[in-house]
């Protein structure tokens, strides 16, 4: 991503607005999009629209995102169909969409401690869902929530080896990401 592009963030996140904020610090034209009003009291500083997305449309204009980007929102929606139409509507040509969710293959454990969770995806569903959306190349991977793996590429060997042997509802957050994994989408308008 480059200075300057704006990116709309759904689902920007119950209050916090973290990477909302961070998107921001990047000087990118940040725009958020959550449920809870609380978004917006708690981030005054930030553009959060209030929207509804499984029957809103979202509230801006055709072809004015360069990025929309959503984390473990598509998982709480009944209608995913509506936030992917919404988001190829508000993508400019040549956009860019990123999805992240639960990946249900590594999380099938624990996945129904939240009850807010209505859909589950493996890396095959994610995709099939986004080609049905008129999105071109489209790829989805998994991804560990540790940016130190994100630097060092061989220890995600490490974890690898170590995931059998972590328990599934560990509380401490680097092992607790060490097993589990997310699945990282993006695709083009």
Known sequence: MEKKMKILDCGCGCGRGDLLREFSKLDLDAYGLDISARSQELNSDLNIEICDINSQNIPFLDNSFDVVFSKSLIGH????????KE??????????????????TSQYKTIF??????????????????????????RVNHFRQIPIV???HFLNYIC?????????RVTVSFLRWSRELMLIGSCIK
Do not use: C, Q
């Not at 929606?77 to 992917?84: A, R, S, V």
């Open 77 to 84: 929606l009944n209608n995913t169909n509506h936030l992917l």
């Open 87 to 104: 988001s190829h509507r508000v993508l400019r040509e040549g956009g860019l969409l990123i999805i992240m969710s639960p990946d249900w």
């Open 113 to 138: 401690d939240d009850p807010t969770l209505v859909k589950f995806f493996t890396k095959k569903s994610l995709y099939s869902v986004l080609s049905m959306h008129e999105f071109r190349k489209i």
């Open 150 to 152: 994100w630097k060092y």
């Open 160 to 168: 690898v080896i170590a995931t059998p042997f972590i328990p599934a």
